[in-house]
């Protein structure tokens, strides 16, 4: 199994899709119970607005008072006419990440990476990966692999379902059928690589019950959160990612029965009627993180 890295026991539950042009959404932005926002140079941006909202995105992170939420500008691609200067100036607002389109390869990830150093980008400025076309499912472990060591900055990827069903030909069905095998191979190698990982966005702002239900489903296939793109789904999202608190409260009895003196060295032990093993301890352990984080961040 993996090793959890220390990024990953930060709430993602929410992350709310802000567009860069849009400077009174930015500013509104501040309010909003997001635990990470993303301020978006491309896809919400016409081609005629894109340097001003480069400019108006990286004067807001500059500028700061968005508290601890965590604070993500998805660029242009790197091949296209804006996306160099999104990383040069992304890179000097000192975002706590930058999130890249179309990602195709672990090349790609090694020239984004290389650009964000060469643009001076702080060491901890974390590097995000849209994970959104057909060639990238197909190269997902040499992707997920760039994560491999100390010194990496890819350190989370976002799941582009739209950009997916486009490329599939595929329909946005309620099971989320046909996008499965694109999120299934996504989760298995940010898992093998300790890689974070976040739901797709959900299109129809009026069917709350639909929007619920794809939470639940992202949250119990193992997903940390899911990208949004309309604060009214922000509440819901975070109960629905959040640990339950009958599941917290069960988790630490788990931590409590194996930390007990007179049960060190045992694999097996039965608590509440349950029997559970060591690994059902190291489970509880990472619910106890993540309710601990959550807590502290909605306290700040």
């Known amino acids: 199994m993996a090793a959890m890295r220390k990024d990953q026991i930060r709430p993602r539950r929410s992350v709310l899709y802000m567009p860069g042009s849009n400077a ?20 919400a941006v016409a081609p005629d607005a894109k340097e001003t909202a480069r400019d108006q995105v990286c004067a807001a992170v500059e500028a700061g008072g968005y508290g601890r939420r965590e604070i993500v500008i998805r660029v242009n691609g790197l091949d296209t006419p804006w996306g160099m200067d999104d990383i040069k100036a992304a890179a000097a607002a000192g975002p706590d990440a930058i999130l890249v389109p179309k990602v195709n390869s672990g090349a790609d990830v090694a020239r984004a990476d290389a650009a964000l150093s060469a643009a001076g980008a702080a060491p901890d400025v974390g590097l995000w990966a849209m994970m959104e076309t ?9 992707i997920a692999a760039q994560a491999h060591g100390a010194k990496t900055r890819l350190t989370a990827w976002v799941m582009g379902t739209n950009d997916l069903a486009k490329e599939l030909r595929a329909a946005h069905t309620p099971d989320r059928a046909p996008m499965m095998a694109s999120l299934g191979l996504c989760l298995l190698a940010a898992r093998a ?16 019950a639909g929007f619920e239900a794809v939470c639940a489903q992202g949250r119990d296939m193992g997903f940390d959160g899911k990208t949004l793109i309309h604060p009214a789904q922000v509440a819901p999202c975070n109960r629905l990612f959040s640990p339950a608190p009958a599941e917290v409260a069960f988790s630490r009895q788990v931590m409590a029965a194996f930390g007990a003196p007179e049960n060190a060295g045992k694999g097996v032990l039965q608590v ?11 489970i509880a352990a990472r619910t106890v993180a993540v309710a601990d984080a959550i807590a502290e961040l909605e306290a700040s």
Not at 134 to 142: G, H, N, S, T
């Open 24 to 43: 009174r959404a930015l500013e509104k932005a501040k309010t909003i119970l997001a635990d990470a926002l993303i301020l978006d140079l491309e896809d």
């Open 134 to 142: 057909p060639l990238a499912m197909l190269q997902v472990q040499d």
């Open 193 to 208: 690589y300790g890689i974070a990982i976040l739901d797709g966005v959900y299109n129809d702002l009026k069917n709350e």
């Open 272 to 282: 509440e009627g349950r029997m559970v093993e060591l690994l059902h301890a190291e």
